[in-house]
């Protein structure tokens, strides 16, 4: 079955900084990859995905990933971190059987 | 937007008790899913569902079961809950038409068994 490892449970930056989350996966075939996002007190929101369309793929609020298939890797990156990035971030995984997989989270704190 | 409601935010239950935990999505979406969130494993699947009556394991079904009566509508059922049950219960739904789509999750459910 499909999975994902988060490098790093905790990721802390000044803001102004580069944001970069890691994210690894295992999958049996071409595998479809999501970031999301939870800010405290919510579910979880789509930032961005990959479809096999572009390697590079932008989502919301400035945020990017690359698909990497020879490093199994799609990390999340923002080039200038704000305050209101502070959140809990997940990398998932779907073999398209309907079924997706999340790894097992990296909280991005924002310092001043 | 699509909108999925979970009917509890936060629940508190005895060892032994029964729980059901109802999720309502109103965008006719063929998928539903529970997971549970905990500090340091992230999401799990406990189970899902491709259509009314249908039900499929995820990774981590002991101890709960669902029923899907109607399209929108899933509940996950804990028969006899235990301690090792307390946790963040999130329900989520797609479209269903593919594999890369996203899913809209509900705010979850906070569920303390003592």
């Known amino acids: 079955a499909q999975s994902v490892t988060q490098l790093g449970s905790h990721v802390s930056v000044s803001e102004g900084a580069l944001v970069l989350l890691r994210c690894n996966y295992s999958?049996?075939?071409?595998?479809?990859l999501f970031w999301y996002v939870q800010y405290p007190n919510q579910g979880l929101q789509l930032l961005l995905k990959?479809?096999?369309?572009?390697?590079l793929v932008k989502g919301i609020n400035g945020f990017e990933a690359e698909f990497k298939k020879s490093e199994t890797s799609f990390h999340l990156t923002k080039p200038s971190a704000h305050m209101s990035d502070a959140a809990e971030y997940f990398c998932?995984?779907?073999?398209?059987?309907?079924?997706?997989?999340f790894g097992a989270g990296t909280r991005l704190t924002v310092k001043p | 937007d699509v909108k999925v409601t979970q009917s509890s935010r936060y629940l508190v239950k005895r060892t032994g008790e029964k729980v059901f935990l109802e999720c309502v999505q109103d965008?006719?979406?063929?998928?539903m899913f529970w997971y549970r969130q905990d500090p340091g494993l992230g999401l799990r699947l406990i189970y899902f569902?491709?259509?009314?009556?249908?039900?499929e394991k995820g990774d981590i079904p002991e101890g709960y079961s669902v029923s899907r009566e109607k399209k929108e509508r899933f509940s996950l059922i804990l028969e006899s809950t235990s301690t090792n049950q307390t946790s963040m219960y999130l329900c989520?739904?797609?479209?269903?038409?593919?594999?890369?789509?996203?899913?809209?999750f509900g705010s979850g459910t906070q569920l303390s068994v003592l």
């Open positions: 989520a739904s797609s479209l269903g038409q593919g594999y890369n789509e996203k899913l809209f």
């Open positions: 999958s049996s075939v071409p595998p479809y």
């Open positions: 569902s491709y259509d009314v009556k249908m039900k």
């Open positions: 990959y479809t096999s369309a572009a390697t």
């Open positions: 965008m006719d979406h063929e998928n």
């Open positions: 998932a995984v779907s073999e398209g059987n309907n079924d997706m997989r």
